[in-house]
């Protein structure tokens, strides 16, 4: 069901019982005013001579109004508070200041008839009715008028009883009966055509022209929606304002764009595995095939009996070193592009972490001829970042510096306190050195540097890559220069955190 159609519905459903309790509020009033009226008859009656021929005759007095009624059923002209008296006082005189069915003066419906009552609410006369018991409790309590319908409340009064202010007598109340008209009683009270079918037309009418530009806002929203899902959440909702219905659609716009964010980063994780992928497919192949043929060369010349060269075992354990670090540095490299949330920073000892790199490295530079030294302060340096991405960068420069000199050379590590609470960690070489033109694009990945230090074919240049975005992570920096020996220097620079 269409939301105009249910509010519509529901309207309706309201403006129904409005209308019942307005009917029953009109009736109610109709019914005190007639109450109102008709002691006002009585009283009025009695006191323009009714009570001197009721008190000569009590056994068979009743009155009845003389002359025509008014067109149909008799009404005031409209609802006023009854006469303020009480007994003893001086007795109010009827509207107009005319006797009953005089100029001015309330003249009641076909077949009313007065009936006395004594002090002790009982009548002489034998056609008079018999008081019902909530009369008779009412005028016991001191009310000075009373009355009793057929029906509900609504209904209007057909016996009311009413004081008369002298209160003695044979004639001290009186009853004012009118007789049920003919026909079958009414259940309910009929209702006036205006009091429910204007109001709830005009409540429809109000609700379907309030709700138009509301229905025509969600249906542009839901056209805005439909088209910002179809474009795999592009672009954003235009749907503006300060009411619920622009909140809504400010919601659906969050929710998209979080959608769209979770779904590239869903994208960039798997462009990395498959990077990964492919880069741990290529890189390790090389290593593996060159490791095979050592191992190969091995196998037959032991199986000849010749004696198995230092040099060939050199050469298979640093094609092993080589694709361990590789592998180390694939699993660095997807940590790095899965962004923030896959580092852990805590306090970093470099003083370890240094010790720690030179320890791995040193059987690989004693292999090829190369002298490894390194140098820490007295008192640990100390950082707070990733400790495993911080050691591969630091091993990743350490392990160029190796690799790329050449026999007979030298690498030192130095860690170093600087003033203004810094640090630096240098890495540097007497090897073939990077020219000059080249170091800006080093760090750069898939770039290598010229043939000196260039392992060969294959191979993506993470190593100084994988420096450069860890040193970037933790708000460092790293710089690459010539050394003073001749070859490269590579400093990492950071800021020391506050002493705690």
């Known amino acids: 069901m269409k939301l105009r159609m249910r509010l519509a519905l529901t309207t309706v459903a309201v403006a129904i019982p409005v209308a019942l309790c307005m009917a029953w509020i009109h009736r109610a009033v109709e019914a005190r005013a007639l109450e109102t009226a008709l002691s006002e008859y009585a009283l009025a009656h009695m006191l323009s001579g009714g009570r001197e021929r009721c008190e000569a005759a009590p056994e068979s007095w009743s009155s009845e109004p003389r002359g025509p009624p008014p067109p149909g059923d008799w009404k005031e002209p409209g609802p006023r508070p009854p006469p303020e008296w009480r007994p003893g006082g001086p007795p109010p005189l009827p509207p ?3 006797g009953p069915g005089g100029p001015g003066g309330p003249r009641p419906p076909r077949g009313t008839r007065l009936f006395a009552y004594d002090s002790e609410l009982s009548a002489r006369n034998p056609a008079a009715p018999r008081l019902d018991a909530s009369l008779v409790e009412a005028m016991r309590r001191g009310q000075d008028v009373a009355s009793l319908s057929s029906g509900s409340g609504m209904q209007e009064p057909r016996r009311i009883l009413v004081r008369m202010p002298w209160g003695t007598g044979p004639c001290a109340f009186v009853l004012v009966h009118w007789p049920e008209r003919p026909g079958p009683r009414e259940k309910f009270p009929s209702i006036p055509l205006e009091f429910w079918l204007f109001p709830s037309v005009l409540a429809l009418a109000g609700v379907l022209f309030a709700l138009g530009p509301v229905v025509g806002r969600l249906r542009q929203l839901t056209r805005e929606v439909r088209t910002f899902v179809g474009s795999a959440y592009q672009g954003s909702i235009t749907l503006r304002g300060n009411d619920e219905i622009s909140e809504l659609a400010r919601a659906f716009d969050e929710a998209g764009h979080e959608v769209r964010a979770q779904m590239e980063l869903k994208e960039k994780r798997e462009q990395t595995l498959r990077s990964f992928l492919e880069n741990t497919t290529h890189d390790v192949m090389i290593p593996l095939t060159v490791l095979q043929g050592h191992l190969a060369e091995l196998q037959q010349r032991a199986a000849r009996g010749e004696t198995v060269e230092a040099s060939v075992v050199a050469a298979a354990s640093q094609e ?3 694709m361990a670090a590789l592998i180390h ?8 592009e899965a962004g923030e949330p896959s580092v852990q920073r805590a306090p970093v000892d470099l ?3 240094v010790e720690r790199c030179i320890g791995r490295h040193r059987p690989i530079a004693r292999g090829q001829g190369v002298q490894l030294d390194y140098a820490v302060p007295e008192a640990p340096v100390r950082v707070i970042g990733d400790d495993t991405l911080i050691e591969q960068a630091v091993s990743n420069v ?3 510096a190796v690799r790329y000199n050449t026999r007979g050379g030298h690498v030192a590590v130095v860690l170093e306190r600087l003033p203004s609470n810094t640090f630096r960690l240098r890495v540097l070489d007497d090897g073939p050195g990077i020219p000059e033109n080249e ?7 898939r770039v290598r540097g010229d043939a000196a230090r260039t392992r060969g074919p294959g191979g993506h240049g993470l ?15 790293l710089q690459l220069g ?7 220097q590579v400093d990492f620079l950071g800021e020391l955190p506050p002493p705690s």
């Open 329 to 336: 540095n694939l699993g660095a490299a997807a940590r790095l």
């Open 351 to 353: 003083n370890a972490l």
């Open 439 to 445: 170091l800006p694009h080093v760090v750069e990945r």
């Open 320 to 322: 092993a070193h080589y």
């Open 398 to 400: 350490i392990y160029n």
């Open 96 to 98: 107009g200041g005319g």
């Open 463 to 477: 190593g100084l890559n994988i420096a450069w975005r860890v040193s970037v992570l933790h708000d460092w920096r």
């Open 482 to 488: 010539p050394s003073e020996y001749g070859g490269l």
